[in-house]
Structure formats: structure tokens, C-alpha cells
């Protein structure tokens, strides 16, 4: 791939702000570089800007280098950056399976980029021959979600290698979920592809939602422009220390990613007893969809009782479904229990 041919010629001419952090470089003791107040340590300092400690965590979790691994704040950022990095406005597109992730195309609508959708089959299955078919010379990224959101499901791996192998442009496989599936990470692939950015978070199985870490890995040059693009000290130094902390437990997190794929099946097989229930789709998440009878109402009556699940019945593809998140074995059997008594 020619990324100078991809990229927004804005972005490929930039020169980015240089921090007071990125000029020093070594050992020192005395910081008086950056006019912090020293009498709050640790948080009166300014962050990693590059979050080293954190990369080097990452790389030996996913194999990969770090110069091949950027950190945001949330995947919100890495999807905002994609659409400033390769779209220019009111001029490129970019194309998404149908139904999705609601963020990319939110993040596209804020920077005027135009949104090509394509439907998956009524399986959710990824069919690659129709999302190339939308494709242009102003198509620049192409969102894959696997294991996709709302449907639950990995989509098949050699439809994503076919829109990998043709697509000239950047293919983005969002991973958000991938810890809880079967099938290894695409980021082994990454050396096999030059177009391909593989985004995960630290939101989901890593139970750090409220701190807001998000990553990339892809090619090291397209990693250098979103080091270029992004905010100076985009994870603030918290976060950076919460998400280093997790990584060096990954028993726990091990833990819970078992605890909540047992459950996930318990609640599968509850959920197709109870006669509201038309199908309950294959999941490789922390979440079922379920296609049920009056799935509006149940929803309503869910949240008169206090539990709040997703409506998604008015979504393509998903008429009648409600999107249901694993929770604690407790919260699962109270969810059961009040959907039966809804009954
Ligand atoms: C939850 C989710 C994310 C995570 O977003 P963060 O901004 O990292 O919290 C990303 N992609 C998909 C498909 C998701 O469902």
C-alpha cells in the first residue's frame, strides 16, 4: 500500500507540537523542564506521551513491537484520528458493515466523511464481494468489527483476508471484544498486511471502561501518524497506571473472561426455555442478542424493574432483537427470574 497516496496531504506535511517531555530524552532526577508544580507527586507531573510502560505491557501480551502500538483515549480517539489522518472532508468516504458499532459512523458525520453501508447476510456473516463493490478511488477505510457489535459474532477470516488482499486502503479490524472469542487476534497478521490497523480497547474484558484506554497496532508508519496527530498527552498519567496494573494481572482478568463465557452459555440456554424467545444468536462476546416476541415491551417492563439491557429493534437486521451484557451470576439469575415472571 502507498500510504502517501491515502493519506490527507495536511496530515503527511505536518509538523507536530514537540512537548517538553519529547525534547529530554535519558536520565534525569530534577525535572524543571515543564513549569509542573513539584509539591503533588506522582499526578503533578505530565504523562508519558508515548505511555513506553504501557506499550511494553501490550507487546508482550500481543507480540507486537511497540513502535507498532498507539494508546488513546478510548477507541473513540483511534477512530476520530483515523478519519483525520485519511479522510478529507467532503470528499472521501468510507465503508462499514451494516449493522454495527454506532461510534464510526458518528466519528465520520463530525468530520463530514461520507458513510457507505453494507448489509451483513441474515446470519451476520461478512460477505467480502459486497463491501468491495462499494469501494472508489475516495474509499480510504474500511471498519470491520469482529466479534461484530450488536450481532455477537466473529465474522469469517478468510472473507477479511480477501478485503485485506484487494483494498487499497486502510482495513481496520475493531477487536473489542476479541478476548472473549475462540479465534486468535488479527494482530498476528500484521506483518502479512500492510494495510491493516487492528483496534482494541481495554474498556471491555479488562474492566477499565471508566479509564478510557483504547489502542491500535498496525505498521509503524501509520502508528507515527497517529503519534503525530494525536493530543501531547492524550492518556492521562491515571489511566496509564491502571491499565499497566491490569496487564500485570492477567489471572484475574483470565478469571473473568471464564466467569462470564460460562454464564454467557447458562443465560443461552435459560433464554431459549423461556417462550418469548425466537433465537438466540452465536456469540463470541460479553453479550447475547436475543430475537424475541414483543421485545419492545420487554424492555420497557426490564427497566420498570430496574434492569436496563439494549433495545436494538429498530436496527437493520435486528427487528425484535434486545442486546443483553454477561453480568455477575446474581445479576444474571435476577434477569431470568424477572423475565420470567414478565411472562
Ligand atoms: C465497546 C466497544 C468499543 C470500546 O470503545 P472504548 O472507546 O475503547 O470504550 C470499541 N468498539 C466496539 C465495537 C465496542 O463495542
Given at each position: 500500500?502507498?500510504l502517501?497516496?491515502?493519506?490527507r496531504?495536511?496530515i503527511?506535511?505536518?509538523?507536530?507540537y514537540?512537548?517538553?517531555?519529547?525534547?529530554?530524552?535519558?536520565?534525569?532526577s530534577?525535572?524543571?523542564?515543564a513549569?509542573?508544580?513539584p509539591?503533588?507527586?506522582?499526578?503533578?507531573?505530565y504523562?508519558?506521551p508515548?505511555q513506553?510502560?504501557?506499550k511494553?505491557?501490550?507487546?508482550?501480551?500481543?507480540?507486537v513491537a511497540?513502535?507498532q502500538?498507539?494508546v488513546g483515549?478510548?477507541s473513540d480517539?483511534?477512530i476520530?484520528?483515523?478519519f483525520?489522518i485519511?479522510?478529507?472532508?467532503?470528499v472521501?468516504?468510507?465503508i462499514a458493515?451494516?449493522?454495527?458499532?454506532?461510534?464510526?459512523?458518528v466519528?465520520?458525520?463530525?468530520n463530514?466523511?461520507?458513510y457507505?453501508?453494507?448489509?451483513?447476510d441474515?446470519n451476520?456473516?461478512l460477505?467480502?464481494?459486497?463491501?468491495?463493490?462499494?469501494?472508489?478511488?475516495?474509499?480510504?477505510i474500511?471498519?470491520?468489527?469482529?466479534p461484530?457489535?450488536?450481532?455477537g459474532?466473529?465474522?469469517?477470516?478468510?472473507?477479511?483476508?480477501?478485503?485485506?488482499?484487494?483494498?487499497?486502503?486502510?482495513v481496520?479490524?475493531?477487536?473489542?471484544?476479541?478476548?472473549?472469542?475462540?479465534?486468535?487476534s488479527?494482530c498476528?497478521?500484521?506483518?502479512?498486511?500492510?494495510?491493516?490497523?487492528?483496534?482494541?480497547?481495554?474498556?471491555?474484558?479488562?474492566?477499565?471502561a471508566?479509564?478510557?484506554v483504547?489502542?491500535?497496532?498496525?505498521s509503524?508508519d501509520i502508528?507515527?501518524?497517529?503519534n503525530r496527530?494525536?493530543?501531547p498527552?492524550n492518556?492521562?498519567?491515571?489511566?496509564?497506571?491502571?491499565?499497566?496494573?491490569?496487564?500485570?494481572?492477567?489471572d484475574?482478568?483470565?478469571d473473568w473472561?471464564?466467569?462470564?463465557v460460562?454464564?454467557?452459555?447458562?443465560m443461552?440456554?435459560?433464554?431459549l426455555?423461556?417462550?418469548?424467545?425466537?433465537?438466540v444468536?452465536?456469540?463470541?462476546?460479553?453479550?447475547?442478542?436475543v430475537?424475541?416476541l414483543?421485545a419492545s415491551?420487554?424492555?420497557?417492563?426490564?427497566?420498570?424493574?430496574g434492569?436496563?439491557?439494549?433495545?436494538?429493534?429498530?436496527?437493520?437486521l435486528?427487528?425484535d432483537?434486545?442486546r443483553?451484557?454477561i453480568g455477575?451470576?446474581?445479576?444474571?439469575?435476577?434477569?431470568i427470574?424477572?423475565l420470567?415472571?414478565?411472562i
Amino acid at each position: 500500500m502507498d500510504l502517501k497516496a491515502i493519506v490527507r496531504e495536511n496530515i503527511w506535511k505536518l509538523k507536530p507540537y514537540s512537548c517538553a517531555r519529547d525534547e529530554f530524552d535519558g536520565e534525569a532526577s530534577i525535572f524543571l523542564d515543564a513549569n509542573e508544580n513539584p509539591f503533588n507527586e506522582p499526578i503533578c507531573r505530565y504523562p508519558d506521551p508515548l505511555q513506553l510502560e504501557l506499550k511494553e505491557e501490550l507487546s508482550k501480551l500481543r507480540g507486537v513491537a511497540e513502535k507498532q502500538i498507539f494508546v488513546g483515549n478510548g477507541s473513540d480517539e483511534v477512530i476520530d484520528l483515523l478519519f483525520r489522518i485519511f479522510c478529507e472532508p467532503g470528499v472521501d468516504n468510507y465503508i462499514a458493515i451494516n449493522p454495527t458499532y454506532g461510534m464510526y459512523k458518528v466519528q465520520a458525520d463530525i468530520n463530514n466523511v461520507e458513510y457507505r453501508s453494507v448489509d451483513l447476510d441474515h446470519n451476520f456473516n461478512l460477505i467480502a464481494e459486497r463491501v468491495l463493490d462499494q469501494v472508489d478511488s475516495n474509499s480510504k477505510i474500511i471498519f470491520i468489527c469482529s466479534p461484530n457489535n450488536p450481532s455477537g459474532n466473529i465474522l469469517n477470516r478468510d472473507q477479511i483476508k480477501v478485503i485485506l488482499d484487494s483494498f487499497n486502503g486502510v482495513v481496520v479490524v475493531d477487536e473489542a471484544y476479541i478476548d472473549f472469542a475462540s479465534e486468535p487476534s488479527f494482530c498476528e497478521e500484521l506483518s502479512n498486511y500492510s494495510n491493516l490497523l487492528v483496534m482494541q480497547t481495554m474498556s471491555k474484558a479488562w474492566g477499565l471502561a471508566g479509564a478510557r484506554v483504547g489502542m491500535a497496532y498496525g505498521s509503524s508508519d501509520i502508528i507515527e501518524l497517529f503519534n503525530r496527530v494525536k493530543f501531547p498527552y492524550n492518556v492521562n498519567l491515571l489511566s496509564q497506571r491502571a491499565a499497566v496494573d491490569m496487564l500485570r494481572k492477567r489471572d484475574q482478568v483470565e478469571d473473568w473472561i471464564k466467569s462470564i463465557v460460562e454464564q454467557r452459555e447458562w443465560m443461552r440456554g435459560e433464554l431459549l426455555l423461556l417462550p418469548m424467545t425466537i433465537n438466540v444468536y452465536p456469540s463470541d462476546s460479553n453479550f447475547l442478542l436475543v430475537k424475541s416476541l414483543k421485545a419492545s415491551e420487554i424492555f420497557t417492563e426490564l427497566l420498570k424493574r430496574g434492569i436496563v439491557v439494549r433495545d436494538r429493534s429498530k436496527v437493520v437486521l435486528c427487528d425484535d432483537c434486545l442486546r443483553i451484557t454477561i453480568g455477575t451470576e446474581d445479576e444474571n439469575q435476577q434477569l431470568i427470574s424477572v423475565l420470567k415472571e414478565i411472562i
